[in-house]
């Protein structure tokens, strides 16, 4: 692998060789399943564009054309005057390579049961989660094409990758030799069952969390049959048991919005009796109707005869569930080792700063924080960083009808207060304890009443003062 690995970095093709060579125009083509403006960009001959055609586009490519080092590699096949390639291989953000099965599109035949998924827009999103800080052992569960490996590379000492697909872990053996890491320590097997026993600083996994009607063909990188939204459950309350302590673990997720259930307290349930520190992130909720419709386009099944008896079997059984609706987020535990664990839950729709791996354990510092800490009268707070103070009003009048406090980095978050916290976060810079600025602050702005020092516990939760 190692020749064919020099091959495609002297040829270019890497994430920025790639977006270069394609533009904006194919690139946005692309992601509707469109290759003519790609194909099109690709029409040179030269080493990138054969690269680019077979292994990105996935299309058959000129023998004479194709490098030895190519041919030799055992991912293509040659047909006469034509190579195709075998898998889909594509560059990945960490300057390695993620080898997968080929890319689906419409038309074509339907996926086997242990397709393995490339790396895309789910993969980039936990990456971009997970911290940073380096640690001792860590866990890809579920490792499908190898991806979240190549990000904890550098960053863990050890790294063991589990899948329950052995097709996925041949893979991802190819993925981890293209890019040049080396150790992983690979095991077949579903969730914990090849770990158990077994201690980690840090889990990361991208599950099959697509939920599904049970007893349809499943896809194993996708759904695992589990019933509802149950497997994401479980896999929340059995990684306490696999947390060495103070370790993280980081998820992508799916849960089901039941008609006459908070989904709050369906997914903050999950993790109540865990004894972790918890941190839940809802970032998008999709009605039934779009999110049938997003794995059946995953599945290439539009078009097909099949299409509209599956996607009405699956709604039925969405009625059948009383579901309404099914979110899509992140779930982040921390075996903080304490008798008092804290959950926070909330939705997040709006854009924050990325990579949220540089600051997520700041995140979670400040949910312990203000849920532990005793006698905030005494606290020393300081205002965050890059904190604005909005006043929205009538025009001409004296007062202003809203006061917004809003973060200008990290998780961007914004909170509409009254005059005393607003006040707050204009003085508090460390050096005089909060019981007294808010009695200071009573007699200049309110009506003599101290505030209590309680109050600005969600405040500290969220990051606008710091404590």
């Not at 990758?161 to 690979?186: F, Q």
Request: hydrophobic fraction near 45%; proline fraction near 5%; charged fraction near 25%.
């Amino acid at each position: 692998m190692e020749r064919l690995r020099d091959h495609l970095l002297q040829s270019g093709y890497t994430i920025d060789g790639v977006r270069a060579r394609l533009g904006v125009v194919a690139a946005s083509a692309l992601a509707r399943e469109e290759l003519v403006p790609a194909l099109r960009a690709t029409a040179g001959g030269d080493p990138l564009a054969t690269l680019i055609r077979l292994w990105w586009l996935g299309v058959p490519v000129p023998a004479k054309g194709v490098a030895p080092e190519v041919l030799e590699s055992g991912l293509v096949t040659a047909d006469g005057d034509q190579v195709s390639a075998t898998v889909h291989l594509q560059p990945w953000e960490t300057g390695g390579y993620v080898v997968s099965d080929r890319k689906v599109r419409p038309g074509d035949p339907a996926l086997r049961p242990d397709h393995v998924v490339g790396a895309g827009g789910a993969s980039a999103n936990l990456a971009q989660l997970v911290t940073r800080r380096p640690v001792g052992r860590a866990l890809d569960l579920g490792t499908g094409c190898g991806v979240q490996v190549l990000h904890l590379a550098g960053r863990a000492e050890q790294i063991v990758a589990t899948d329950v697909n052995p097709r996925a872990l041949e893979l991802a053996r190819l993925s981890w030799a293209l890019s040049g890491v080396t150790g992983v320590d690979a095991r077949a097997g579903s969730m914990y069952e090849p770990v158990e026993g077994e201690l980690f600083d840090l889990v990361v996994s991208n599950p099959p969390f697509v939920v599904a009607p049970p007893g349809e063909r499943t896809l194993t990188y996708r759904e695992t049959g589990a019933d509802g939204d149950a497997f994401c459950r479980d896999l929340i309350r059995r990684t306490p048991g696999h947390l060495a302590p103070g370790g993280q673990a980081h998820f992508l997720a799916n849960w089901l919005h039941v008609e006459g259930e908070d989904w709050h307290d369906r997914v903050g349930g999950w993790l109540s009796e865990t004894g972790c520190d918890a941190w839940v992130v809802q970032r998008d909720v999709q009605d039934p109707a779009e999110y049938v419709e997003l794995w059946l386009r995953d599945a290439a099944e539009q078009g097909t005869r099949a299409y509209a008896e599956h996607y009405d079997r699956w709604l039925a059984w969405f009625d059948e569930q009383r579901v309404e609706g099914v979110g899509f987020g992140w779930i982040t535990m921390r075996n903080s080792e304490t008798l008092d664990p804290v959950v926070r839950v909330e939705h997040l729709d709006h854009q924050v700063v990325l990579p949220v791996g540089d600051y997520v354990d700041s995140v979670l510092d400040a949910v312990a924080t203000a849920h532990r800490t005793v006698g905030l009268e005494s606290a020393l707070l300081r205002t965050a960083d890059g904190l604005l103070d909005e006043r929205i009003g009538l025009p001409g009048a004296e007062d202003p009808i809203r006061i917004v406090l809003r973060q200008t980095q990290g998780l961007r978050r914004s909170r509409e207060v009254g005059t005393v916290e607003a006040a707050l976060a204009g003085v508090c810079d460390g050096q005089l304890a909060l019981g007294p600025l808010l009695n200071v602050i009573a007699e200049l702005v309110g009506d003599g009443d101290i505030a209590d020092a309680d109050a600005v516990r969600p405040l500290i939760a969220e990051g606008f003062f710091l404590l």
